[in-house]
């Protein structure tokens, strides 16, 4: 059994809950990678797991990227660590066979927003902000969140909030597109979890080619948009879960899925 000492992992109801606990802060370390590294391949690997949801205790997700460790190392050595944590992490997580939220409040900073924005949803507290502080605090860009913010939000808001570092509130993030939904901070994790539950009683199989389809056409030239998405409705379609969901919808009943 795997033990952590910078975050909890537990199962319910379907649902994996990773949360960091790295007092006051929740900075993110190497040892924390490995640990939020060792909770995604656990929660990946059990078939009773549907959705994973990451967030954080105290005051906010994360503050990011511990400076003061970082601080200590050499170019080779700061190569190596933020290659696994943006990298590495980045892969790991678009790997997973099964969707990954989270849930935000009081603050995502720097590599927090990596964290975040690499999940599929992110639901946040009306009280929570995100920030960018790479120029400012390093005198050097935000890494990942160049190509997260761009995409997300577009070049000109974009550039804002890089070159300026200040934060956004949840609110104005929500505005924008960057996250899913904006809830009172007494609701947040009841509306979380609601909203994972019923993400949670889909098909596995539907799921996992959904979310298999959308980081393929991401970036996907349109030309082969429409063949791709043929062969992916197609190959679902033979699936036991799309025939028994077909069956369930004619027979006006629950489908009882089997991960076929």
Not at 4 to 9: A, G, N
Not at 20 to 30: H, M, R, T
Not at 202 to 213: C, D, I, Q, T, Y
Request: glycine share 6%; with cysteine; charged share 25%.
């Amino acid at each position: 059994m795997n033990e952590f000492s910078l975050l909890h992992y537990t199962v319910k109801d379907g649902i994996a809950d990773i949360i960091l606990d790295n007092p006051p802060a929740n900075v993110i370390n190497p040892k924390m990678t490995s640990e939020y590294f060792a909770a995604l391949d656990l929660a990946n690997t059990n078939p009773d797991v549907k959705i994973i949801i990451i967030s954080g205790r105290g005051k906010g997700l994360s503050g990011g990227v511990d400076l003061k460790l970082l601080d200590t190392y050499g170019p080779t050595e700061m190569k190596a660590f933020l290659s696994r944590f943006y990298v590495e992490m980045i892969d790991k997580v678009r790997a997973l066979s099964k969707p990954i939220m989270a849930s935000v409040h009081g603050y995502a900073m720097e590599g927090a927003c990596t964290l975040a924005f690499a999940c599929d949803m992110v639901i946040a507290s009306s009280d929570a902000k995100f920030g960018y502080p790479g120029v400012p605090n390093l005198a050097a860009p935000p890494g990942m969140h160049v190509w997260f913010l761009q995409r997300l939000i577009g070049r000109m808001k974009a550039a804002e909030l890089i070159y300026t570092g200040d934060t956004i509130s949840a609110i104005e993030a929500e505005r924008l597109g960057m996250i899913t939904r904006v809830v009172a901070p007494e609701d947040l994790t009841s509306e979380s979890r609601k909203l994972a539950s019923k993400v949670a009683e889909m098909s596995p199989v539907g799921l996992k080619s959904a979310r298999e389809l959308i980081y393929r056409m991401e970036n996907m030239d349109f030309k082969t948009v429409p063949g791709t998405a043929l062969d992916a409705v197609a190959l679902a379609f033979a699936s036991e879960d799309s025939k028994e969901a077909r069956r369930a919808f004619v027979e006006k009943r629950k489908p009882v899925w089997t991960g076929k």
